[in-house]
């Protein structure tokens, strides 16, 4: 079983970054894909960025393409999120996730185990 522990949330003005972390345990990490997924508030949860085992591959919602960075450290068992030119409608928990294989998914079925959430907050 694997866990998948979040952090770097926090509260940021519209334009600014942050580096979201997951660090993972319990698992052969450097063989599964991992993802990010992020739920606003009175929305349902919905993908953001997905990297595949080895880190070749990558895939990005549209919203956040050319501002976010999917990146993985398989030495450490950690994936991150860059993002930069955060946006209010950036607005939510991020959750961390663990493919079932070891591709990258856009899709929440591909993923079988959840970290808790790191809330991001933009201001205007």
């Known amino acids: 079983q694997v866990q998948l522990v979040e952090s770097g949330g926090g509260l940021v003005q519209a334009g600014g970054s942050l580096r979201l972390s997951c660090a993972a345990s319990?698992?052969?990490?450097?063989?599964?894909?991992m993802g990010w997924f992020r739920q606003a508030p009175g929305k349902e949860r919905e993908f953001v960025a997905t990297i595949n085992w080895s880190g070749s591959i990558t895939y990005y919602t549209d919203s956040v393409k050319g501002r976010f960075t999917i990146s993985r450290d398989n030495a450490k068992n950690a994936v991150y999120l860059q993002m930069n030119s955060l946006k209010p409608e950036d607005t939510a928990v991020y959750y961390c996730a663990s493919a079932n294989s070891r591709y990258a998914y856009n899709k929440e079925a591909g993923y079988d185990y959840w970290g808790q959430g790191t809330r991001v907050t933009v201001s205007s």
């Open positions: 319990g698992g052969t990490f450097s063989s599964i894909g």
